[in-house]
């Protein structure tokens, strides 16, 4: 059975719209996230997209000690709060504790479960018990089938609040690669299926002390992900990624957003199921 999950105002699932998720990596600053929310916000509503506002408060899996990690919980959680509000629109944030899990769903709308967490039950239980959202990132180590097991973990908590996310697959050394099977695999756990365009060509610890990336390849993998069939996609969007404090070698220029969305959403109506 296909789920339809409620995120705010937004309905994702089969036969609606395709939704966005997209936001700087991290939080950098208040004007940072502020500015950006609501200039994709404007261009989402242009284009008649749902959008949910991402971006992270702690980055807790940087390649080195010395990355910046974001403002933490507290500031954090008071930025994300003012985006809700003064953009309107839901926000999703990754947790990477139970505790984190916990105080984040008291303000946003969306918990995330990194890709290199999706296997940590307290940590899928502990978001599930929230009530909020569950988004959980598929692991570059899992193949698609063995995500059923994490959607197990947060359903046996009485939760049908789920997202499911293909961010790539590990192959060979600081390389991902997408696998198109993925998609329908994920969706016939019955939930929402995203496609993460901007990690899936993230080089892993590629810059030595930090992940490079290939951004010239978001927009190919986004179509074939939109000819392949997914509800939603997740962008991470910075206004000069080449400046930012995180994962910016991956990040979709923000001026470059609005004619990549125009050409997915041309492929997603091309494939849509006709009466």
């Known amino acids: 059975m296909a789920h339809l999950v409620d995120i705010g105002s937004v309905k994702a699932g089969q036969g609606q719209p ?3 998720i997209a936001g700087p990596c991290v939080i950098e600053s208040e004007q ?11 261009i ?53 504790t139970e505790e984190q899990a916990t105080e984040a769903g008291k303000v946003v709308d969306v918990l995330q479960i990194p890709a290199f967490l999706c296997r940590q039950t307290d940590l899928l239980i502990a978001a599930a018990n929230t009530g909020k959202v569950v988004n959980v990132k598929k692991g570059q180590f899992l193949s698609p089938i ?15 609040r789920i997202l499911l996310t293909e961010r790539g697959s590990s192959f060979g050394y600081n390389n991902l690669v997408v696998d198109m099977r993925s998609f329908p ?4 756990f019955g939930y929402p299926v995203v ?14 002390t930090k992940s ?52 997915v959403l041309r492929i997603c109506d091309a494939t849509k199921p006709r009466p």
């Open 212 to 263: 490079s990336g290939q951004r010239e390849f978001v927009e190919p993998l986004a179509c074939a992900a939109a000819g392949a069939g997914v509800d939603g996609f997740f962008m991470e969007v910075h206004p000069n990624p080449d400046e930012a404090l995180s994962d910016g070698p991956n990040m979709v220029p923000l001026h470059q957003l609005k004619s990549l969305l125009e050409r």
């Open 18 to 20: 395709p939704f966005l």
């Open 32 to 42: 940072l996230v502020m500015e950006t929310a609501g200039r994709i916000a404007e």
């Open 146 to 160: 063995e995500m059923g097991n994490a959607v197990k973990k947060v359903e046996e908590c009485g939760s049908r």
């Open 44 to 96: 989402t509503k242009s284009l008649g997209i749902p959008y949910i506002f991402k971006s992270s408060f702690d980055k807790a899996n940087r390649t080195s000690i010395k990355s910046f990690r974001g403002p933490g919980i507290e500031q954090g959680m008071a930025i994300l709060k003012n985006v809700r509000h003064h953009v309107g629109c839901p926000v999703l944030t990754d947790v990477h």
């Open 185 to 188: 695999i994920l969706r016939s």
């Open 195 to 208: 496609f993460d365009a901007t990690h899936s060509v993230q080089l892993p610890g590629g810059g030595g």
